[in-house]
């Protein structure tokens, strides 16, 4: 297959900026050192630190409202995954996609398989979409899913997620992303237990398809599309069906997805400590599941959370093996520079977390001085962290600047012939 981000250009790109870059890397790492950090053992730590694609996010998303599409949109799954690869290639932290079913159906998935292994790409955990009506459909999820009244359209949307399991076997993947949108729109509509114990009754028969080695993630989302109530509102419920499932089951946290003001990386702190931490969905937010890209609005938020994880991988926490993915809507940017840059962002946060003292900060916590505490971690967030996550990209092939890079190549451009647009007037999922 053809390369559709030139090796070459990325190199060229980086040779411009590689002498200011060696420059800064190593005045940052005297800097580093007087606080007693080893600049190449943090960067080493980003080896192990790499997020999940959404495939659907690499489409224009909309509102319910409009969609505007951009030139040179993918129009399937093959094409999406090149563009997956096309980011992955300039940062180098995002070798995994998360396909969503059946938006990313295909005739044969082995080819499919094959296809992202041409392209270095793996897949992460499978979505399944029970909150839409597919053509030729039996029957409706207009009142429900998995928690539907009905025992057919119960069973139609179970067994949907277990043929997702078996696709995502064919694909290599090890987990299932399972969100509802299950709810009420008016008070009384639904009987809040009942329901629940509909989507328990559901999800173990779900849960009883996993192979061994999967996990099943259960995803919460306070409001939207029902607007009343969710049938898994908050991290609460969501907790409370994985420990009623069993120990393959655990939380995901959209960050997205709680009420306002809510402390998240508290909720992150609690689920690890019970080892119910599935993994994120990273996007940002101003006023509600506005999926808009990490690191745009709360960026101290995100650097909160992420200091949560480091602290588990910093205790090794049992059972602590979380999936990161992002999950966000590009209604105005491209796409594939919004995943970028969002990517880079979660990295930034982790990176940043990784330059906590922590013995210093549990010194503080115990002696209950809350304002060094609190000065510990500003220490860490108010560092520039710029420099080591250029170099992290150079080093492994990417691009130091990879926006500027990927502008420099044109790609919609180029592509503009082979992925003619396809008319698609229909608003995109919010
Ligand atoms: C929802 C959830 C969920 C789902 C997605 C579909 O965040 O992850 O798969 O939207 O676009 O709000
Ligand atoms: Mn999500
Ligand atoms: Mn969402």
């Known amino acids: 297959m053809k390369e559709i981000i030139d090796q070459n250009l990325i190199h060229d790109h980086n040779l411009k900026n590689s002498k200011s870059l060696e420059k ?28 999940a694609i959404p495939s659907w996010g690499t489409g224009t998303g909309g509102t319910r409202f409009a969609r505007f599409p951009g030139i040179a949109e993918p129009r399937n799954t093959f094409e999406k995954l090149e563009d997956c690869s096309t980011i992955n290639k300039l940062v ?21 398989k094959e296809f992202a292994d041409n392209l270095e790409l793996s897949f992460g955990s499978i979505n399944s979409n029970t909150f839409q009506d597919q053509p030729g459909q039996t029957h409706s999820y207009k009142f429900g899913s998995l928690t539907n009244v009905s025992k057919e359209v119960r069973n139609q949307a ?4 277990v043929e997702c399991i078996e696709w995502g076997k064919v694909l290599g993947s ?16 639904q009987h809040f237990t009942h329901a629940l114990e509909r989507y328990l009754d559901s999800c173990s028969q779900i849960y009883e398809s996993l192979p061994d080695n999967w996990q099943m993630f259960l995803e919460h989302k306070m409001f939207e599309p029902a607007f009343y ?57 101003k006023y509600g599941d506005d999926d808009l890209d990490s690191g745009s609005i709360n960026t101290y938020q995100q650097f909160l959370i992420l200091n949560e994880l480091v602290d588990a991988e910093y205790r090794k926490a049992k059972g602590f093996n979380p999936a990161y993915m992002l999950d966000q809507s590009h209604n105005v ?32 916590q115990d002696e209950n001085d809350a304002l060094m505490a609190s000065n510990e971690l500003k220490l860490a967030y108010n560092t520039d962290v710029s420099p080591i ?31 003619p647009s396809t008319n698609s007037n229909s608003s995109g999922i919010v």
């Open 24 to 51: 800064d890397f190593e005045f940052l790492g005297e800097q580093l050192q007087q606080r007693g950090i080893r600049i190449e053992e943090i960067i080493q730590k980003l080896d192990s630190f790499m997020i």
């Open 92 to 112: 180098r932290c995002c070798p995994m996609v998360s396909p969503h079913f059946p938006w990313d159906k295909v005739d044969d998935l082995k080819e499919l």
């Open 158 to 161: 179970i067994k949907h997620n």
């Open 174 to 189: 090890d987990s299932l992303t399972v969100w509802i949108g299950d709810g009420s729109n008016l008070p009384g509509q």
């Open 229 to 285: 109530s969710t049938v898994i509102q908050d991290w609460g419920t969501s907790v409370l069906c994985a420990m009623e499932l069993g120990p393959k089951a655990k939380s995901l946290v959209d960050l997205g997805h709680h009420a306002p003001n809510v402390n998240i990386e508290m909720i992150v702190a609690r689920l690890i400590q019970f080892q119910k931490l599935a993994g994120f969905h990273f996007n940002d937010s």
């Open 333 to 364: 940017t491209d796409p594939i520079e919004s995943l970028i840059n969002s990517s880079v962002e979660v990295q930034r946060s982790y990176l940043k977390a990784l330059l906590v003292n922590r013995e210093k900060l549990q010194d503080y």
């Open 389 to 419: 996550l250029a170099m992290y990209r150079m080093r492994a092939g990417g691009a130091i600047d990879p926006i500027a890079t990927y502008r420099s190549a044109n790609y919609r451009k180029n592509l503009e012939s082979a992925r």
